[in-house]
């Protein structure tokens, strides 16, 4: 009789802080998982607006380059106005380019209304729910929660001093809010250009 005690007793289940402890572990590994996949759901919908500022960042810098190598522009005119140049100093909307064809100038207009997109700052025609961009159901996404700021400041030479001539460095921003964030984003692209083509 008194093996057969001994045999019972060694045989014991979970007791209730046991299970307890597990549960507690259990929900928070669950909720950290959840806090990753909400992570992750969020960075999905802001993909799409930091693609448009990437790009459109790089098409700013490309159309400053080409002004310049298809002397449109002087090396010079590659200047903020407040230093003499022909480029707004402060962030600006998303509009078309004027006469000069280049964005981020005094003479900058709203972009005309063109299909699916009505006048006013830059708009992007989307494929509707065919998935086919060019047909009836297509969306229009306003750019107007954009802002483009270019900044070109001089460069200094090696000795940290002088100021070298055939040089500055250009700054583009392109600053955007997103519906779920109160923090506006920015994409930064920096780039020098020389007085040479």
Do not use: W
């Not at 307890?20 to 928070?28: K, L, Q, R, S």
């Not at 070298?164 to 984003?185: C, E, W």
């Amino acid at each position: 009789m008194r093996q057969a005690r001994f045999h019972a007793s060694a045989q014991r289940g979970f007791t209730l802080i046991e299970t307890m402890i597990a549960i507690a572990v259990m929900t928070i590994g669950i909720v950290s998982l959840l806090a990753v996949f909400g992570t992750a759901v969020a960075s999905t919908q802001n993909a799409q607006e930091n693609l448009i500022a990437r790009q459109k960042a790089l098409e700013t810098m490309e159309s400053i380059y080409t002004a310049r190598n298809t002397q449109q522009i002087t090396f010079s005119q590659i200047a903020n106005i407040a230093n003499g140049g022909i480029f707004t100093s402060g962030a600006t909307p998303l509009q078309s380019a004027g006469p000069d064809g280049l964005v981020n100038t005094a003479d900058d207009v709203d972009f005309p209304a063109s299909g699916v997109c009505p006048a006013g700052p830059e708009c992007i025609t989307l494929p509707g729910p065919d998935g086919i961009l060019g047909t009836a159901d297509d969306k229009a996404l306003s750019l107007s929660n954009f802002r483009r700021q270019i900044q070109i400041g001089p460069v200094l030479e090696s000795d940290g001093v002088t100021i070298d001539p055939n040089l500055k460095q250009i700054t583009v921003t392109i600053s955007y809010s997103t519906g779920g964030s109160p923090i506006p984003r920015a994409y930064t692209v920096n780039a020098l250009i020389s007085a040479f083509r």
